[in-house]
């Protein structure tokens, strides 16, 4: 309802110019003996009813946006001289203190507060999605004012650069850059992602140290850090002083952290070995050997360098969808050892061995990709890039890419890579878990390793024959090689076998090849160095084809220089 005015005065007339109003105005508020400050103090501050109902939309939505721009005014009429900027930037720090000192965690035990317990923390606390919980919370719920402040600080131009060409190809697959994650250092192929995922990173590592600081149970990145730190060789000197600024917890609260992860981890390593989820097939079991070597700088008598062997490795539980998707009659250890049996009988036959129709036409396209490659990484560049080139072979049968269910195991000592060591392998699997030796023998167990392991199995086994029980002869035991040590042991033969013979022109081996493209190598590349014979493997695949290529061409005398080579006519 409107206010009706309670003076009985009449007012003078309406001027017509700004000024002369603002000057009408301010001699009114003379005459009441106020200020214009003292004036807007008082209206704002009165409790009357009329004085509130003339400010009734100053902090909603329909009038907070007016309001604003009044302080901003003012504002500026403060900063026009030295002294008035200066109580200008006091008067801001001080309310941007009460905002931050009121956003803050909240107290109490996860997950009503955000202190973790090192007593009661848990494997899922790692989670890359608890993680991005934690942070998200953090700057967006509990200390908003501060993030926004120091990324502000921080970023400066975020807007990124438009480029035309690349706006209108929408179908075209994402790029190295696009594919890969942000590069926290700057230097990687996307500056503008780089700086922006760097600038969050920081703001969000810069609100957990001072909310930790603040109070020491806020300790989300603190004990995390601590966790990862201890593991990687952080002295307990250095740890002192990444706690002192907030970074990480104390070397005695990540200790304690990891003896309660232990405790979880062997239950959890007890439970998995011993199948108490009843599945029809008992979790596969991943080994791989590890030597490592203690070092000791000044020798004596008793006191030399040791070299340990050991065993590592993991429990992989299958996905149940995946076993339910099996006939259940053939996951027994009696349809295994009837299998094995007969297969001894069985006889391969070349054909076999030859791939389906389907398969073949697989093959062609895959080659073909290769071919379109290398053409067009090394030799050409298309003239018109509307026809499509297919460079990327045709989709195989994709397997699941679920999650896999994996529990690490405990490391255990082995006497060596032998069948005895395998025995004792199997001594410390068992000791892992609360399972009995029969129960473990009598069903299938599928044990995945290299070809080192599986054949120190097939030895141990065959040292052991003839025996009826489970526990000794191990025909319960399936040995799998994996993917990757396939493919290892493929790489290996190649670099191993095909060394060549200087006498032999014919036989130039494949260590010549990279020796032809600038990579010298006197020797095989060392076996244990997976990543570097399959990339030497994919170049020299290259290198052929791109030969054949070139004499198809009839350019293969010409020399391949580091930039590409374009012919314009294909």
């Excluded at 803050?104 to 991005?132: C, E, L, W």
């Excluded at 942000?182 to 969000?204: I, M, Q």
């Excluded at 297919?390 to 690490?408: A, E, F, G, K, L």
């Excluded at 396939?486 to 020796?515: E, K, P, Q």
């Amino acid at each position: 309802m409107p206010v009706t005015s309670t003076l009985n005065w009449t007012p003078p007339a309406r001027p017509k110019k700004e000024r002369d109003k603002i000057q009408l105005i301010c001699d009114l508020i003379a005459a009441m003996d106020l200020t214009p400050k003292s004036f807007l103090t008082a209206f704002l501050q009165n409790p009357d009813m009329s004085a509130a109902y003339q400010r009734r939309y100053w902090s909603t939505k329909t009038g907070v946006d007016g309001t604003i721009l009044l302080v901003k005014v003012i504002r500026d009429t403060v900063q026009e001289t030295e002294i008035g900027e200066k109580k200008w930037n006091d008067f801001i720090l001080n309310e941007a203190s009460i905002i931050v000192q009121t956003q803050t965690p909240p107290n109490g035990v996860f997950p009503k507060g955000r202190f973790y317990s090192s007593k009661a923390i848990k494997t899922d606390f790692f989670d890359s999605d608890a993680k991005d919980l934690r942070d998200r919370e953090l700057i967006e719920e509990h200390m908003p004012f501060l993030f926004k402040l120091v990324t502000n600080k921080m970023r400066l131009d975020l807007t990124p650069p438009s480029n035309a060409e690349d706006s209108d190809d929408e179908d075209s697959p994402l790029d190295d850059s696009e594919a890969q994650e942000p590069d926290l250092f700057g230097d990687g192929p996307d500056a503008f992602r780089d700086h922006r995922e760097r600038v969050v990173t920081t703001g969000k590592t810069i609100c957990a140290m001072v909310a930790f600081l603040a109070n020491r149970r806020h300790n989300g990145l603190q004990i995390s850090n601590a966790l990862t730190f201890l593991p990687c060789g952080v002295t307990e000197r250095v740890n002192k002083y990444l706690q002192q600024i907030g970074l990480t917890s104390s070397r005695k609260t990540a200790l304690s952290a990891l003896k309660t992860l232990g405790r979880a981890a062997e239950s959890n390593i007890s439970k998995k070995i011993g199948n108490k989820s009843k599945e029809l097939i008992a979790p596969f079991i991943c080994i791989d050997n590890l030597d490592f070597e203690q070092t000791v700088h000044t020798k004596s008598l008793g006191h030399e360098s040791t070299t340990f062997h050991g065993t590592w490795g993991y429990i992989h539980q299958i996905d149940r969808s995946f076993i339910s998707s099996l006939p259940q009659d053939g996951l027994t250890l009696q349809a295994f050892k009837e299998s094995m049996t007969s297969a001894s009988s069985v006889e391969i036959h070349p054909k076999s061995l030859y791939g389906s129709i389907s398969e073949h036409l697989h093959w062609k396209q895959v080659l073909k990709s290769q071919i379109a490659t290398v053409l067009l990484k090394y030799l050409v560049k298309p003239t018109d890039k509307k026809i499509p080139i297919t460079t990327t072979p045709p989709t195989v049968d994709q397997i699941s890419h679920s999650r896999p269910n994996i529990t690490m195991l405990k490391l255990m000592v082995a006497s060596d890579n032998s069948s005895q060591g395998v025995s004792e392998v199997f001594d410390g699997i068992l000791q892992q878990s609360s399972i009995s030796d029969e129960d473990f023998y009598n069903r299938l167990q599928v044990i995945d390793g290299d070809l080192g392991t599986c054949t120190n199995i097939q030895s141990l086994r065959n040292i052991r024959i003839p025996n009826r029980r489970n526990e000794e002869n191990l025909s319960s035991i399936l040995t799998l090689l994996g993917g990757a040590h396939t493919l290892w042991n493929i790489a290996s033969a190649i670099f191993s076998l095909h060394i060549g013979n200087s006498a032999d022109r014919r036989d130039s081996g494949a260590w010549r090849f990279l020796d032809s493209m600038g990579i010298p190598s006197d020797k095989p590349v060392n076996k244990k160095d997976f990543t570097l014979m399959i990339q030497s493997m994919e170049k020299i695949h290259e290198a052929t084809i791109c030969h054949f290529l070139m004499i198809v061409m009839g350019i293969e005398n010409t020399e391949i220089k580091p930039e590409k080579i374009f012919h314009q006519s294909y």
